[in-house]
Structures are given as structure tokens and as C-alpha cells.
């Protein structure tokens, strides 16, 4: 058995990292980061959050001036857009969509695809998910939130409902015609919302936030959205990742765990659990930054996936 | 059975032998929490898979079941110019508000989540601010996926809804009035609203012009029902076509129009036989005048006595 196994190829991965993530889920560390901010100061431990905080206001401000004060920078939503009237930026998981639904559209909305298809599959797929979707505020806040109240424990569902979530999507888009997820998508909802208005929408949004604070920890962004596992599967191959290149300064304080949104992709980087780099190669890792800034060794770094050195 | 599936893990050298006891395993053990061995954790696997798979297929068919649900557009819900039919376009729309954007009299707005129409879709409602019919079409020229069709160039032959006099109690023409309102402001005036000069019987001297929409021409624009004078709701209504329309009755030919088409009634002439006693009338003409025809005696009616009931009672009259 264990031969098979091995011809897979992934023998680590089915070993549950349970301890981990349990530790980490279990709010061992209220306030994750102390250490880092008395060796390195508040600004430097908050360097990779602060900038990630001015990405997403910084790209919802440049869709908000043109309807509240009418410098019409960029106009539509994340679904589709138009920048400075010439450049057509198109969510890709949206005509994947229209195609599953039997729609081929117009040209500028696949340029624009592929263009949005191109940066993520460069890039790193899940960075929208860090720097661009703004329902991270949210369950952000959720996390901070039940972090700071220390509430423990949870029921997550498994970590793999996203995908299948996202086949079904495509599924039900096939059987109904229609952009059937769109009705409910608290994604492209909340940035709709927050251009167009909400009606009952706050319903949807509120109820993430108290899905990740009370029920689930990381529940909606790390364990349910379709639209997350989607960006997730264009980050296999790109090139942006984090590496835990000083690993071997790592003291053991669980602070990364902590804070991070998909906590068992650090432990095959850091702890070297089935591989020898220190790369955080696992596409569920969302670019974030913020195990670099809460570390007080300075373990992490933001490096491309061709930089396997540690230091 | 526990005891002979135990050996199974430490027999790994035979590769159908373990298969074999795993087999076994997997048909005797009902749990693997002897061992973490490899049957029991493919089950496992294999559980878990099942549940997930089901909770996030339950998440996806209530997703669909409700824009199934919700898919049915009020009928005061007007879709821009060029909108594909609805079921196309529900799965083109992206939901960006673009053509929202580009309207230029605010006239579209994006459904919001509980407006009843599909979360994030463009329509208007007419009565609130009714389609302008730009000549140039920004809205469609913005839709980036083709939900709104490039190829209706004219705006004239736009076919966002059709108008229809829906309240003939309340309209001020329909009472004999020249309010007219409806038909001075459509933007296809004569073509798509005509007046028609009908008798007044009520008055029975004057004329009722009567506002009349024709779909052929009438782009469902709302311009009449935005600018009809009643104070709340208005008579003249712009609707889906769906909902104002019935079927053509194909099966039907209309003798007028084969006529025409013909240039000369497809039957031929009808032969005109004498009618005894109005020989002397145009063919077809049976009026009758005063004095002719067969005369009828007034009808006589009895009075209406209740019936008695018969026999029986004190006042019944029987004497011995």
C-alpha cells in the first residue's frame, strides 16, 4: 500500500496536518505579532498588511470616485471593467461561467479575460483574493475579531469544499443557462453593492462575517469560496511566492500560524514536511504577506518561486 | 475476523494478498481506529469526499434553485435596449452596471438583491424614468459581453416591451376627453401611437379619439406611460411583449390579406341568389323598416300570483 502510495507522488499529503492547524485555529496567539513589533518596530511588522489594506482600498477607491465624484477613472465593477476608456478588464471566472452557461461574449470582454487571466497565472492566482477582493476586509476583520475575543474552536468545513463548490457551480451554470452563482456570489455582490448599492445584500455580507467570527474560523475565504479555489487553480504554475528562507532562525512561536488565512501551507515550507526548499509552493497560499510581518526572526520573505536558496 | 485482517499491513511484500485482506477489511471493520491503515483511510477519504462533495452540491443546487426562483422578471421591470431574450440573457449579463454607466439620463439602474429582478441585472421601470431612445445607443455600445446586442443599430427597432392601454375605465380619451398625452410624447408618434376617431355613444353626437398601439412600430420606450396624466398608476403601461402579446394564430389565413397578395380573392366571386322578399335590395342588405315584416301582438303576461300550497291548515276552507 505504502508503494502505491508513493508512486502517487504525495505521500506527505495525506498526513492531515491537524496539529497545526489546530493549534493555530484554536487561538493559541491572541495577538500574534508582539514579538515582531519589539525587534522590528510597529511599521516594519505591518509593512505587507499596510500595503495590502492600501491595494484594496486603492483599486474600491478608483471604482468609487467616478460614481461619488465623477473623475470616471475606472468604471463597472470587478465582474467587468473599463479603465480610462480603453482598457477592458474582465473576471475570467465569469466567462468561464458564460461559457459553462452556453454564451460566447464579445471580444472585449475575453481580451479582458485574458488579460486578468494572464497577470493571475504570472503572478500568483490568489493574490486577488489578498490585495483585490474586498470580502478579505471582512473575513479579515472576523479573524482579528475572534482572535482578539478569543474564541475557540469552530466547525470548518473541510478545506476542499471549495473546489467541488466550484465544479458544482459550473454545473449548475450548465443546467440552468444562466449565471446561476451570480444571484448569491457575496464576491462580485459586495463590490457591486458597495458601487451600485446593496439592497439586502448587507444580509449575505454580514452573514460571512459572522459565519468566520462565530462558526467557522477562515470558514468562507479558506474553506467555501468557489471564486477563491478558481484563482487558486490559475496560481499553480506562478511565479510570486513566500518562502521561509531562514527557517532554521524559526523559535517555534506559532505567530505565523496564527495569522495566516491557510495555515497548513506553511508547515511543508517551514518545517520541511515532504519537501527540502523552503518555497510555499501549495496554490492555496494567498500571497498575503502577513507571516513576513509577524515574525520576529524575520523567517519569511517574498521571492519567486525560482529562489530556492535559505539563508 | 479482526485477528486475520490485522497481519494485513505487516504483509506488504504481496501485493494481492494485502489486497485481498484489505478487501476484507473493508467489508468486516467498521471503523479504522485499530490501526491508521491504508483501507481505512481510503474510507475515510472516500467519506469525507462524499460529504463534502454533498454539502457544497446542496450549496450550489439552492444557488440555482433560486435563480431559477427569481428568474421571472416583474412585469414593470423593463430590460435595456438590445437585451438578448431573458433566458440568453441571464447567462450573458455579467452583471458589470457598464451600460448603467453609460446611460446618459440615469434611466438604467442595477437590481439590487431583493429588487425581485436577477441580483445585479440593468432594467427600469418606466413610470419612474423611461428610455430616451438615444440615437447613438450608449448601452449597448458599453456591454462588453454581448447581452446587449450590437447588431440593433436603429433604435427605432428596439423592443424593450410593448405599451398597452391597459385601463380603458380610467383613460381621459376613453371618457371622451382630448387629453392625448400618451401620443403627443412617443418618440414614434403616428406609427406607434395613432389616435382612432371612434362614436361617443354616451353623448351620442361627439367622437372619442382613442389612443392606439401599434407593436410593429412601438419600441417599449415607456415615454407614454412616464408622461400619462393620472395621478398614481398609469393607464397606458409598458409590459414584456411576453405578457402583452398573445400568439399569432398561424393556422389562420386572413382573407384581406391573401386578397392583396393575390390581387384577387382567392374564392372567386360569390354567387348572388335572389332573397324572396327583398328583391329589391342591395345584396345582403336585410334591415328591416318600419311596417314590414311580420307583426307581432303584444305578449300577454299574467300577472305573477305566488303559488298556494295546496290543501291542509286552518285556513285551508274545508268545511264538513
Known sequence: MSARLGAGGVPERKVPPTSVRGAAMRGVVARPGREAVEAKGWLRAHKWLLLRRASQLGILALFLVGPWLGWWIVKGNLSSSLTLGVLPLTDPFLVVQQLAAGHWPYREALLGAGIVLAFYLLFGGRLFCSWVCPVNLVTDAAAWLRRRLGLKGGKVPSGSTRYWLLGFVLVIAAATGSLAWEWVNPVSMFHRGLIFGFGLAWGIVGGIFFYDLLIAPRGWCGHLCPQGAFYALLGRAAVVKVSAAKRSACNDCMDCFAVCPEPQVIRPALKGVGQDHPLILDADCTTCGRCVDVCGKDVFRITTRFNRSES | ?320
Open chain 2, 1 to 320: 475476523m479482526r485477528g486475520g485482517a490485522s497481519p494485513a499491513p505487516a504483509d506488504r511484500g504481496d501485493a494481492r494478498r494485502a489486497g485481498l485482506a484489505m478487501l476484507m477489511n473493508d467489508k468486516v471493520q467498521s471503523t479504522g481506529r485499530v490501526e491508521p491503515v491504508a483501507p481505512a483511510s481510503r474510507r475515510r477519504f472516500l467519506k469525507d469526499a462524499a460529504g463534502v462533495a454533498g454539502g457544497a452540491g446542496l450549496l450550489a443546487l439552492g444557488a440555482g434553485m433560486y435563480a431559477k426562483q427569481a428568474s421571472a422578471l416583474p412585469a414593470t421591470a423593463i430590460r435595456p435596449p438590445g437585451a438578448l431574450p431573458e433566458d440568453a440573457f441571464l447567462a450573458a449579463c455579467v452583471r458589470c452596471g457598464l451600460c448603467v454607466r453609460d446611460c446618459p439620463y440615469k434611466t438604467l439602474k442595477l437590481a439590487e438583491f431583493g429588487d425581485g429582478v436577477a441580483t445585479g441585472t440593468p432594467y427600469f421601470e418606466a413610470r419612474d424614468i423611461p428610455c430616451e431612445m438615444c440615437e447613438d445607443i450608449p448601452c449597448v455600445v458599453a456591454c462588453p459581453t454581448g447581452a446587449l446586442d450590437r447588431a440593433l443599430v436603429d433604435i427605432t427597432k428596439a423592443k424593450m416591451g410593448l405599451a398597452v392601454l391597459i385601463d380603458q375605465e380610467n383613460c381621459l380619451n376613453f371618457l371622451g376627453l382630448r387629453c392625448d398625452v400618451c401620443y403627443r410624447v412617443c418618440p414614434v408618434i403616428d406609427q406607434a401611437i395613432t389616435l382612432e376617431r371612434m362614436h361617443n355613444p354616451r353623448s351620442d353626437r361627439h367622437a372619442m379619439l382613442l389612443p392606439t398601439v401599434h407593436s410593429e412600430h412601438c419600441t417599449g420606450c415607456g415615454k407614454c406611460e412616464k408622461a400619462c396624466v393620472l395621478p398614481g398608476e398609469a393607464a397606458i403601461k409598458v409590459l414584456p411583449i411576453k405578457l402583452a402579446q398573445g400568439s399569432k394564430a398561424e393556422h389562420y389565413l386572413r382573407g384581406w390579406e391573401e386578397k392583396e397578395a393575390a390581387g384577387k380573392s382567392l374564392i372567386g366571386d360569390q354567387v348572388e341568389l335572389p332573397v324572396r322578399g327583398l328583391e329589391g335590395k342591395a345584396y345582403g342588405d336585410t334591415r328591416v323598416e318600419p311596417g314590414q315584416g311580420p307583426v307581432q301582438a303584444p305578449a300577454q303576461v299574467p300577472d305573477y300570483v305566488p303559488a298556494k300550497p295546496a290543501g291542509g291548515g286552518l285556513d285551508s276552507g274545508w268545511k264538513p
